[in-house]
């Protein structure tokens, strides 16, 4: 395949010879020749264009848990890319290498979306996770990759900062099967001042996700020392998420790591991670973890109703399996997700493939 730049969507001309972005809140107004804050979306002759297309940052095939989802098909593997740029500017981005790339040896990797389906179904994954930067940016590949997935009986995952509008929402959603959404922090200033961008639209995509989909959705919030981690603000949090989107949503609470411009900043307490999966525990949310960090306790999942230890993690490892028919073997509870019969044996695997 020849990388290529397509017409974009989600756009609209404005009155300056410029045109405006509309597939993020950011709505970056751009000149000819100009690229959004993404890098990835340019004004060319009047018209928007994804200039990735058919560009990866690379593929690997690893756990399902790892992005990270724990009631979307255990211990199965999946196979992951991404491309550059992202329309977020975390201060603190682990993937930044990626995300914040302005260099095109960062995506060498090419293929074409049928061409990516069809490799995750000869390696036996489950499907392919848009990951490493954020999908949202290159929505128009990605959606045409799960719309071949789709076509193949595979599944599609999107791991995202929800950051996207209301008008692009529906069909950057509408071939994804589940989705891990990453809810940065709780305060409008935290999202402003080290993510150069708004909480509200966050919020809004959970709550479409809860009410306007089916697709299966987990939440993982990066608990950062000194920045967001004020149990005041963690509380304001799982309340939010026990009154817009229920108990049977899993929360993720993962470890910092110093990294890109928060190196001075200490790795997060392990002692504060479980603090804090005890307080949404306790606000009666049915399944909390934490990440990060090595906790099989806390990393493994219980039935919400005789608290029986049904999927056992070890670092995305998984022992005990005691799931059937999507419920708890024990008790006949039913477990919010999506499970098979037999657990995945991929384990914590990673391996990186070429297509």
């Not at 993020?24 to 002759?45: D, I, M, S």
């Amino acid at each position: 395949m020849t990388a290529t730049s397509v017409k974009g969507k989600w756009w609209q001309p404005l009155n300056d010879e410029k045109i405006q972005c509309n597939l993020c809140p950011r709505h970056c107004q751009l000149k000819e020749g100009v690229r959004g804050f993404c890098y990835v979306r340019q004004n060319t002759g009047g018209e928007m264009f994804l200039t990735t297309y058919g560009r990866s940052s690379g593929f690997c095939v690893d756990p399902i848990e790892k992005k990270p989802l724990n009631h979307f098909y255990p211990g199965s593997s999946i196979l992951s890319f991404g491309t550059a740029g992202c329309n977020l500017g975390c201060k603190f981005c682990q993937n930044w290498d990626i995300s914040k790339s302005r260099e095109m040896d960062k995506i060498q990797e090419l293929a074409s979306p049928e061409a990516i389906a069809t490799k995750a179904k000869e390696l036996g994954c489950i499907g392919v996770a848009f990951t490493y930067n954020d999908p949202v940016i290159f929505a128009e590949y990605a959606i045409d990759v799960a719309k071949e997935c789709r076509k193949l009986g595979l599944k599609t995952v999107a791991v995202t900062a929800g950051y996207i509008t209301e008008e692009a929402r529906g069909e950057f959603f509408e071939f994804i099967d589940a989705v891990n959404v990453d809810l940065k922090a709780f305060t409008q200033t935290f999202y402003k001042k080290l993510c150069m961008s708004d909480l509200q639209p966050v919020l809004d995509t959970l709550k479409y996700l809860k009410h306007h989909t089916n697709i299966w959705f987990e939440i993982t919030n990066l608990v950062i020392p000194t920045k967001n981690d004020s149990l005041d603000e963690i509380k304001a949090m799982i309340d939010w998420v026990v009154e817009n989107l229920g108990l049977d949503i899993p929360l993720h609470f993962t470890a910092f790591h110093p990294d890109y411009r928060l190196l001075n900043i200490p790795k997060t307490p392990p002692e504060l991670l479980k603090e804090i999966r005890g307080l949404a525990i306790d606000k009666g949310i049915k399944y909390v973890y934490t990440g990060n960090i090595v906790d099989p306790e806390s990393a493994s999942t219980y039935c919400p109703n005789c608290k029986a230890l049904i999927i056992e993690r070890n670092w995305h490892e998984l022992g005990k399996y005691d799931i059937k028919n999507g419920a708890c073997s024990q008790c006949n509870t039913g477990i919010s997700g999506i499970f098979s019969n037999k657990k995945g044996h991929w384990g914590r695997k990673r391996s990186q493939i070429t297509i």
